[in-house]
């Protein structure tokens, strides 16, 4: 579990990609606005994904983290790297990135940012 260190400051976030874009910064891509939510987002599924999938196979083998490997994504609002956790017998198979999926589906950011942007609907 993280620390308060690790937390997500979402004020914090707001101002700055408020300051980001009237600075002219894209709000998507590598170096776009919204990215590192989105990253954060995908990663805290990705590790609770494996957390499941441990507990799930815990009495059955002695399975284990096996670190992290990067993977680079497109998505509709542009590329980017998340760190994609591992397990030591490689039999954790992510839900919302795929193994060898390198798109994710073109409404998943746009999901992920009408919910941050504290929107009802969805698109």
């Not at 799930?56 to 760190?83: D, P």
Request: glycine share 10%; aromatic share 8%.
């Amino acid at each position: 579990m993280k620390d308060d260190k690790e937390k997500f400051d979402f004020k914090a976030f707001a101002k700055q990609a408020g300051d980001a874009l009237r600075s002219g910064k894209p709000l998507a891509g590598k170096d776009g606005v919204f990215t590192p939510l989105l990253k954060m987002i995908i990663e805290s599924d990705l590790e609770g994904e494996l957390d499941d999938h441990l507990y799930e196979t815990q009495k059955m083998n002695r399975n284990r983290r096996n670190g992290y490997g990067a993977k680079n994504l497109q998505s509709s609002l542009g590329g980017f790297e998340v760190l994609a956790p591992r397990d030591r017998n490689s039999s954790f198979e992510p839900q919302i990135v795929g193994k060898r999926q390198h798109k994710i589906s073109s409404d998943i950011d746009q999901q992920i940012i009408a919910l941050f942007g504290g929107g009802d609907e969805l698109p």
